[in-house]
Nanobody
Framework: QVQLVESGGGLVQPGGSLRLSCAAP????????MGWFRQAPGKQRELVAT???????RYADSVKGRFTISRDNAKNTVYLQMNNLKPEDTAVYYC????????????????WGQGTQVTVSS
């Protein structure tokens, strides 16, 4: 059973920042695309950002310029740095791993973390 372990969620005021982390097994991290999805109440899960082992990235239009996905190969960890957070960023954020490339669809991802709550509110 592959486990992706997320951390870093919490409550932040609008305009604030958070960094999410996702630790993966070394065998997964080195060859899989790692992505972040989010799901707000009453809405479908959507792609936020993805990152290949070679460094290619893809972002949702709603987060471009505010969020940054990155990897630490030594720690087998992928990060999502979230700046200038807005109330509409409130959601459960999920880490996911895929062998299919920078796809935006849930079905393209093979492994999922348990999710971490991000709440943006004053």
């Amino acid at each position: 059973q592959v486990q992706l372990v997320e951390s870093g969620g919490g409550l932040v005021q609008p305009g604030g920042s958070l960094r999410l982390s996702c630790a993966a097994p070394a065998g997964i991290f080195s060859i899989y695309v790692m992505g972040w999805f989010r799901q707000a109440p009453g809405k479908q899960r959507e792609l936020v950002a993805t990152n290949t082992p070679g460094g290619r990235t893809r972002y949702a239009d709603s987060v471009k310029g505010r969020f940054t996905i990155s990897r630490d190969n030594a720690k087998n960890t992928v990060y999502l740095q979230m700046n200038n957070l807005k109330p509409e960023d409130t959601a459960v954020y999920y880490c996911a791993a895929s062998l299919r490339g920078l796809g935006p669809h849930e079905w393209e991802y093979d492994y999922w973390g348990q999710g971490t709550q991000v709440t943006v509110s004053s």
